[in-house]
């Protein structure tokens, strides 16, 4: 399609303005100041049983109302998105820090945080895992009743003991990777009351309402019409909003009190309570033939996945299929293992297992390519997945990969970067300049797994067309990038399309905002839906305009004929039609990718429909004295199929670039350490190097107008960049994330540099 | 606790009301004055969403006492857009997409303002360094100094013209 009005058009988010008026309203600035304050009294320890919980004198506090525990709780004391391991209300023991002991409604924060330290509970310690290695070991404390090992994923075809055999060049290396919290800017909030026809209403924070829905309502033991959650405009999420948060704990107080409440985190409750991304360790071993052309992957994994399971077994699973990296790789034995311990519990943020395993399999590719003399561009084209290619699961695909092409966007701006750029005198002489690259794959949509999405479009007898979807826009952009798709199909500009989204009373499930998944299979949805409408609409105007279809168009809320556009019928009077014939005023659309599960044994089958690809390259300067590494430029390739808005792809990019960024030099979570901003280091403007992104199409067939996801590919190839370039820069690889001063320090001391400059 | 009485000027008008004597100024001015526009994110003065402008400064709102805000001159992000017009910082934030989830926005416009009002030819450096307190965790920041730039710009022709 060349000729499209919307799709790839730079226009304005259908909400931005209210933001850019400040009058947004955020779930904290929904709440009437005088509902109730609720507060979690939390564990404060890692490991113990309860022996007793004592409220009575919390509860004779002034201004205090309520205090719950578990036995208030109606139905499932349990969340979780795929297991449901995880008690709203602690049940006899605590497993990690954040666990809620009680839950505190009262008139003021004061007499909320007073009833807090009122509440009386008898512990008795038990011994805390920190470390999942040592869960796994033999006699380990369990910290579940079933023991510590959650999953285990196996991922092999072929045999890779001979392919190591025959190998040109084997690399067999460690490599461990931090907790990240995700630090979206609005900690969690929520507020909730009863409406006047009795139904639990929530509004909240929240990636996925309709899951939110389905977790509260088997926690109340109602059914779901009698819980309605809307989705707050919600200030960014990044994978930490898909658990449930305040939501259960606000309706367990509104169904006992009748009465409005509300449950805002402070920034170092949602630290403490909310999921991180796995740390992992991860061991792995790769082989090329003489060409650098890959042989075999083996590798283990083993994931911290903390006290609970979240997404922590999609987590496993994506975490190995993808360990192959975005390659042809005829040989693999990869396994990942999801371990219980004390830690919080960590889930689903920005990829899924993919950063931490982009990290081990791209600075192989750079080992490789040192050992061979080849330049890392080239061996990762050369490696790079084309059609045909079969990958570790034993899926064959065809379409839509567009590596190749990212490469070869990045290899002019690389080969300039090494000629003339690293070889000029740094802007301070203990500085050295590096440059490197990192690739990555990103399966689009859940793992192994359907995962259908939903939509309607209506339109109603004065001509207005409105959109429902489930999906939540969590700052991302999909409310614009669906209008933009059924303007597109209806002829009408995307400003002028009405919007309801990510409300359960009005809309049906469009699962999360996560796995970069929306655009793809909300998209489809969204589009589906329009094109039902878009034919209907042509259908009745054959009859009213007598003209063939085929010479009919949509056009501005009208359907015209194409060779003569004055002799048009407007949407109104189309609609009107539809309704005294009976005939539909809604239409439904659903979409759900083709996958099949993966075998239990070897991990074959079909994980994903398709795949987004890209390509970064990171310049740096690393002060060997210091160790601080300045990023100064990223040039960013990505395949997303069709980009449906540029101007939002770009906002990505740079914005998944920085989370890369952070995750390769500065953030690390740790316990009882970084537990708020203040030790808990982001990068701030200062730090941002020049970001360059590239839009690659390789349309993807199954894709609406081609198009695959950007989310969480933006970040994935950033660490490995800029680790690739310190390398190149002080000739010294680090293996642990972050990249911070003490390590690069460290790598500097080993590499000769720091001693060279006296220090 | 007894209420203390605060005066001042917000947005151009003047304004009273009721306080408690250990109320942060970015609650008087959520909850008081209905200034929703004014975020809390981290509350330990890290993160720049409460940034207001003070006495022609930027400050964060959750470090302050609202008892300081007692004749002052305040402005929030309510206050940008006049008789209708949205201010060049808001038109600028949108053209070149430098809103994504949103909540640090106004701090940031705050900040922005605040600069291009002492130094209405800042240099990208300045813009830079000037905005450097505030955490976007979205866009990556490239949107927001090239938003910043433009507004200046457009702003330098608006007085000019």
Redesign the interface.
């Given at each position: 399609m060349t000729d499209a009005k919307y799709i790839g058009k730079?226009l304005?988010?259908p909400?931005?303005?209210e933001?850019?008026?400040?009058?947004?309203?955020?779930a904290?600035?929904l709440a009437p100041?005088d509902c109730l304050v609720l507060k979690a009294l939390r564990a404060g320890r890692h490991h113990a049983e309860i022996v007793s919980i004592d409220c009575a004198a919390a509860e004779k506090l002034p201004g205090v109302v309520r205090v719950f525990t578990a036995a208030d709780i109606p139905g499932r004391n349990a969340m979780g998105i795929i297991n449901k391991d995880h008690p709203v209300l602690a049940v006899g023991k605590v497993r990690s820090w954040g666990d809620a002991v009680a839950l505190v409604a009262a008139e003021t924060e004061e007499a909320a945080q007073a009833a807090l330290r009122a509440i009386k509970v008898e512990w008795k310690e038990l011994p805390a895992i920190l470390d999942p290695r040592e869960a796994l070991a033999e006699g380990a404390a369990k910290i579940h009743a079933e023991g510590n090992l959650l999953y285990k994923r196996v991922v092999k075809r072929g045999d890779v003991d001979a392919a190591f055999a025959q190998a040109h060049h084997v690399v067999e290396k460690s490599y461990k990777t931090p907790f990240i919290e995700?630090?979206?800017?609005?900690?969690d909030a929520g507020f909730g009351y009863m409406s006047d026809d009795g139904v639990i209403t929530i509004e909240v924070c929240t990636q996925n309402p309709h899951y939110d829905l389905g977790d509260v309502s088997a926690m109340m033991g109602l059914p779901e019409e009698k819980i309605r959650v809307i989705q707050a405009?919600?200030?960014?999420g990044?994978g930490g909003k898909l658990d449930i948060s305040v939501q259960g704990y606000i309706a367990l107080a509104v169904h006992h009190l009748k009465r409005p409440v509300r449950y805002f985190y402070?920034?170092e409750e949602a630290f403490l309570a909310t999921c991180k991304r796995h740390p992992m360790w991860i061991d792995i071993k790769t082989a090329v033939d003489k060409d650098g052309k890959l042989l075999a992957t083996k590798c283990r994994i083993i994931e911290d996945g903390g006290a609970y399971g979240s997404y922590g077994i999609a987590v496993a699973t994506r975490a190995a299929v993808h360990a192959t990296g975005p390659y042809d790789v005829p040989n693999t034995d990869i396994e990942a293992l999801e371990v219980y311990t004390n830690n919080t519990f960590t889930g689903a943020m920005r990829g899924f297992g993919t950063p931490q395993i982009a990290f081990a399999y791209e600075s192989q590719m750079d080992l490789h390519a040192q050992a061979l003399g080849l330049d890392p561009v080239e061996i990762r084209f050369r490696n790079a997945l084309r059609p045909g290619a079969i990958l570790a699961t034993g899926q064959q695909v065809e379409h839509s990969l567009g590596l190749p092409d990212c490469l070869e966007a990045v290899r002019p701006y690389y080969n300039e970067a090494v000629a003339k750029w690293a070889k000029e005198t740094p802007s301070s002489p203990s500085r050295r300049r590096g440059v490197g690259v990192g690739a990555m794959w990103y399966g689009v949509g859940n793992t192994a797994a359907q995962n259908p999405s939903t939509a309607q479009i209506a339109i109603d007898t004065e001509g207005a067309v409105t959109v429902f979807t489930g999906c939540a826009d969590?700052?991302?952009?999909s409310s614009l990038v669906l209008l933009q798709m059924a303007g597109e199909i209806l002829g009408i500009h995307p400003d002028k399309l009405k919007l309801v989204s990510a409300d359960t009373k009005f809309t049906t499930n469009a699962g999360a905002s996560s796995a970069s998944r929306q655009t793809y299979i909300s998209g489809n949805a969204v589009c589906i839906a329009t094109a039902s409408m878009a034919d209907m609409l042509l259908t009745r105007a054959v009859d009213r305009l007598k003209v063939a279809k085929d010479d009919l168009e949509l056009h501005d809320f009208t359907v015209r004929q194409k060779s003569k556009p004055e002799h048009s019928i407007s949407f109104a009077k189309l609609a009107q039609n539809l309704h005294h014939l009976g005939l539909p005023l809604t239409f439904s659309g659903f979409f759900d990718p083709v996958t099949t599960p993966l075998t239990p044994e070897d991990g074959q089958g079909v994980p994903y429909a398709t795949y987004a690809f890209a390509c970064q390259m990171a310049q740096v300067e690393v002060d060997v004295l210091t160790g601080e590494v300045d990023v100064k430029k990223v040039v960013a390739a990505h395949d997303v199929g069709r980009a449906i808005s540029p101007?939002?792809l770009?906002?990505q990019?740079?914005?998944?670039?920085?989370?890369g960024q952070g995750y390769a030099l500065l953030e690390e979570f740790e316990m009882g350490t970084t537990e708020?901003?203040?030790d808990y280091h982001?990068a701030?403007?200062?730090d941002?190097p020049?970001?360059v992104p590239i839009l690659v199409e390789a349309h993807e067939p199954s894709g609406p107008f081609g198009a695959k996801g950007i989310g969480e590919p933006s970040l994935i190839p950033t660490a490995p960049a800029i680790v690739n370039a310190i390398d190149m820069a002080l000739g010294q690889r680090i293996y642990a994330l972050p990249a911070s001063l003490e390590r690069v320090l460290e790598a500097s001391k080993a590499a000769g540099h720091f001693d060279k400059f006296g220090g | 606790m007894s209420e203390i009485t605060i005066t001042l000027t917000l947005n151009g008008e003047s304004r009273e009301g009721r306080a408690l004597p250990a109320q942060t100024a970015v609650s008087f001015l959520?909850?008081v004055m209905g200034?929703?526009?004014v975020?809390?994110?981290?509350?330990?003065g890290?993160?720049g969403?409460c940034t207001i402008i003070f006495n022609g400064k930027a400050v964060n709102s959750c470090l302050m006492p609202a008892a300081q805000l007692n004749g002052a001159v305040v402005e929030?992000?309510?206050g940008?857009?006049k008789n209708g017009q949205?201010h060049p910082l808001?038109e600028a934030?949108?053209k070149h997409?430098a809103?994504?989830?949103?909540?640090?926005?106004?701090g940031f416009?705050m900040n922005a303002k605040a600069l291009l009002d002492h130094s209405p030819s800042p240099s990208r450096e300045e813009?830079?360094?000037a905005?450097?307190?505030?955490?976007?965790?979205?866009?990556?920041?490239?949107?927001?100094?090239d938003a910043v730039m433009d507004a200046s710009e457009v702003m330098r022709k608006g007085a000019a013209s």
């Amino acid at each position: 399609m060349t000729d499209a009005k919307y799709i790839g058009k730079d226009l304005i988010h259908p909400r931005i303005w209210e933001k850019a008026r400040g009058e947004a309203l955020f779930a904290a600035d929904l709440a009437p100041a005088d509902c109730l304050v609720l507060k979690a009294l939390r564990a404060g320890r890692h490991h113990a049983e309860i022996v007793s919980i004592d409220c009575a004198a919390a509860e004779k506090l002034p201004g205090v109302v309520r205090v719950f525990t578990a036995a208030d709780i109606p139905g499932r004391n349990a969340m979780g998105i795929i297991n449901k391991d995880h008690p709203v209300l602690a049940v006899g023991k605590v497993r990690s820090w954040g666990d809620a002991v009680a839950l505190v409604a009262a008139e003021t924060e004061e007499a909320a945080q007073a009833a807090l330290r009122a509440i009386k509970v008898e512990w008795k310690e038990l011994p805390a895992i920190l470390d999942p290695r040592e869960a796994l070991a033999e006699g380990a404390a369990k910290i579940h009743a079933e023991g510590n090992l959650l999953y285990k994923r196996v991922v092999k075809r072929g045999d890779v003991d001979a392919a190591f055999a025959q190998a040109h060049h084997v690399v067999e290396k460690s490599y461990k990777t931090p907790f990240i919290e995700h630090c979206y800017m609005e900690p969690d909030a929520g507020f909730g009351y009863m409406s006047d026809d009795g139904v639990i209403t929530i509004e909240v924070c929240t990636q996925n309402p309709h899951y939110d829905l389905g977790d509260v309502s088997a926690m109340m033991g109602l059914p779901e019409e009698k819980i309605r959650v809307i989705q707050a405009v919600t200030g960014g999420g990044f994978g930490g909003k898909l658990d449930i948060s305040v939501q259960g704990y606000i309706a367990l107080a509104v169904h006992h009190l009748k009465r409005p409440v509300r449950y805002f985190y402070n920034k170092e409750e949602a630290f403490l309570a909310t999921c991180k991304r796995h740390p992992m360790w991860i061991d792995i071993k790769t082989a090329v033939d003489k060409d650098g052309k890959l042989l075999a992957t083996k590798c283990r994994i083993i994931e911290d996945g903390g006290a609970y399971g979240s997404y922590g077994i999609a987590v496993a699973t994506r975490a190995a299929v993808h360990a192959t990296g975005p390659y042809d790789v005829p040989n693999t034995d990869i396994e990942a293992l999801e371990v219980y311990t004390n830690n919080t519990f960590t889930g689903a943020m920005r990829g899924f297992g993919t950063p931490q395993i982009a990290f081990a399999y791209e600075s192989q590719m750079d080992l490789h390519a040192q050992a061979l003399g080849l330049d890392p561009v080239e061996i990762r084209f050369r490696n790079a997945l084309r059609p045909g290619a079969i990958l570790a699961t034993g899926q064959q695909v065809e379409h839509s990969l567009g590596l190749p092409d990212c490469l070869e966007a990045v290899r002019p701006y690389y080969n300039e970067a090494v000629a003339k750029w690293a070889k000029e005198t740094p802007s301070s002489p203990s500085r050295r300049r590096g440059v490197g690259v990192g690739a990555m794959w990103y399966g689009v949509g859940n793992t192994a797994a359907q995962n259908p999405s939903t939509a309607q479009i209506a339109i109603d007898t004065e001509g207005a067309v409105t959109v429902f979807t489930g999906c939540a826009d969590i700052g991302q952009g999909s409310s614009l990038v669906l209008l933009q798709m059924a303007g597109e199909i209806l002829g009408i500009h995307p400003d002028k399309l009405k919007l309801v989204s990510a409300d359960t009373k009005f809309t049906t499930n469009a699962g999360a905002s996560s796995a970069s998944r929306q655009t793809y299979i909300s998209g489809n949805a969204v589009c589906i839906a329009t094109a039902s409408m878009a034919d209907m609409l042509l259908t009745r105007a054959v009859d009213r305009l007598k003209v063939a279809k085929d010479d009919l168009e949509l056009h501005d809320f009208t359907v015209r004929q194409k060779s003569k556009p004055e002799h048009s019928i407007s949407f109104a009077k189309l609609a009107q039609n539809l309704h005294h014939l009976g005939l539909p005023l809604t239409f439904s659309g659903f979409f759900d990718p083709v996958t099949t599960p993966l075998t239990p044994e070897d991990g074959q089958g079909v994980p994903y429909a398709t795949y987004a690809f890209a390509c970064q390259m990171a310049q740096v300067e690393v002060d060997v004295l210091t160790g601080e590494v300045d990023v100064k430029k990223v040039v960013a390739a990505h395949d997303v199929g069709r980009a449906i808005s540029p101007i939002n792809l770009a906002g990505q990019i740079a914005g998944g670039v920085a989370i890369g960024q952070g995750y390769a030099l500065l953030e690390e979570f740790e316990m009882g350490t970084t537990e708020s901003l203040k030790d808990y280091h982001l990068a701030t403007t200062t730090d941002m190097p020049e970001v360059v992104p590239i839009l690659v199409e390789a349309h993807e067939p199954s894709g609406p107008f081609g198009a695959k996801g950007i989310g969480e590919p933006s970040l994935i190839p950033t660490a490995p960049a800029i680790v690739n370039a310190i390398d190149m820069a002080l000739g010294q690889r680090i293996y642990a994330l972050p990249a911070s001063l003490e390590r690069v320090l460290e790598a500097s001391k080993a590499a000769g540099h720091f001693d060279k400059f006296g220090g | 606790m007894s209420e203390i009485t605060i005066t001042l000027t917000l947005n151009g008008e003047s304004r009273e009301g009721r306080a408690l004597p250990a109320q942060t100024a970015v609650s008087f001015l959520r909850d008081v004055m209905g200034q929703k526009s004014v975020k809390e994110g981290c509350g330990i003065g890290e993160c720049g969403a409460c940034t207001i402008i003070f006495n022609g400064k930027a400050v964060n709102s959750c470090l302050m006492p609202a008892a300081q805000l007692n004749g002052a001159v305040v402005e929030t992000t309510e206050g940008l857009e006049k008789n209708g017009q949205p201010h060049p910082l808001q038109e600028a934030f949108v053209k070149h997409n430098a809103i994504q989830c949103g909540y640090c926005s106004p701090g940031f416009m705050m900040n922005a303002k605040a600069l291009l009002d002492h130094s209405p030819s800042p240099s990208r450096e300045e813009v830079t360094k000037a905005l450097a307190g505030n955490i976007c965790r979205c866009t990556g920041y490239q949107q927001i100094v090239d938003a910043v730039m433009d507004a200046s710009e457009v702003m330098r022709k608006g007085a000019a013209s």
